[in-house]
C-alpha cells in the first residue's frame, strides 16, 4: 500500500491565486521530504528538501518565494505556490524515504493547472 | 552533458516479449541505483533497487548494475500489457538515498 500520500490530486485555478499542496508519510516519520517538479515526457526536477522543524534546502534557480515549504511535523510537509501563474502549471510530487538508506517511496503526484 | 542518460524510447514490443531497458551514468560517486515505474498522471512506484554493482532479481524483473562501465539496466521477461508505463533510473550517493538523480524515462508498450 501507498506510504506517502498527497494530496490535492488535482488543482485548476486562475492566475495569481495561490495554492497549497499536502505531502504525509503513512505509519511513518519523515525528517525529510522531498519536492519534485515533471513537465510531460520530462523527468522529475528536484525542487527543494524540506527539513522538519529547519528551512528547506532549495535547488538552483528555484524561487523560495515563489514555493513555500512549511514541514512542521513528521508526518506532514506542505509545499505553497505563491500568486500562481500559467507556467507554474506542472506535475508536482514529494517523497520521502520509510526506511533509512533505502530508496524514496512517492505520492501520487498534484497535477496543477493555471489559467 | 547529463550526469544520467537514459534510452529515450518509446519502445513497443509485443506480450511475452524480453524487455530490456538502460542507462548510463557519468558521476562515479553514485552508489544506489533505482528502478521506477510511472503510469500516466501517478507518482514513480519503486520496482527495485540495488547497491554497488551486481544483479538483483525480483519475479519477473531483474536490474543490473556495472559500475566499472557506468551502466545499468532492469531486464522485464514475459512482459505483460500491465507492464506498459513509463520506466525512470535514478541513482543517489548517499546512505539516505534521498535527493535521487533521475533519467528521463523510457515509454515501455506491451501489445497484447
Known amino acids: 500500500g501507498a506510504v506517502v500520500s498527497q494530496h490535492p490530486s488535482r488543482v485548476i485555478c486562475k492566475s495569481g491565486t495561490s495554492v497549497k499542496i499536502e505531502c504525509r508519510s503513512l505509519d511513518f516519520q519523515a525528517t525529510t521530504m522531498f519536492w519534485y517538479r515533471q513537465f510531460p515526457k520530462q523527468s522529475l526536477m528536484l525542487m527543494a528538501t524540506s527539513n522538519e522543524g529547519s528551512k528547506a534546502t532549495y535547488e538552483q534557480g528555484v524561487e523560495k518565494d515563489k514555493f513555500l515549504i512549511n514541514h512542521a511535523s513528521l508526518t506532514l510537509s506542505t509545499l505553497t505556490v505563491t500568486s500562481a501563474h500559467p507556467e507554474d502549471s506542472s506535475f508536482y510530487i514529494c517523497?520521502?524515504?520509510?526506511?533509512?538508506?533505502?530508496?524514496?517511496?512517492f505520492g501520487d503526484g498534484t497535477r496543477l493547472s493555471i489559467l | 552533458q547529463k550526469e544520467v542518460e537514459q534510452d529515450p524510447g518509446p519502445l513497443s514490443v509485443p506480450e511475452g516479449a524480453i524487455v530490456s531497458l538502460n542507462c548510463t551514468y557519468s558521476n562515479s560517486a553514485f552508489q544506489y541505483f533505482m528502478w521506477y515505474r510511472q503510469y500516466s498522471r501517478k507518482g514513480p512506484e519503486l520496482l527495485m533497487y540495488t547497491y554497488s554493482s551486481g544483479n538483483k532479481e525480483d519475479g519477473r524483473f531483474t536490474a543490473q548494475v556495472d559500475k566499472s562501465s557506468k551502466y545499468i539496466s532492469l531486464f522485464i521477461r514475459d512482459s505483460q500489457p500491465s507492464d506498459s508505463a513509463t520506466y525512470l533510473c535514478a541513482m543517489s550517493y548517499n546512505t539516505n538515498a534521498g535527493k535521487s538523480t533521475f533519467g528521463d524515462g523510457t515509454t515501455l508498450t506491451v501489445k497484447p
Open positions: 517523497s520521502a524515504n520509510p526506511i533509512v538508506g533505502q530508496p524514496q517511496h
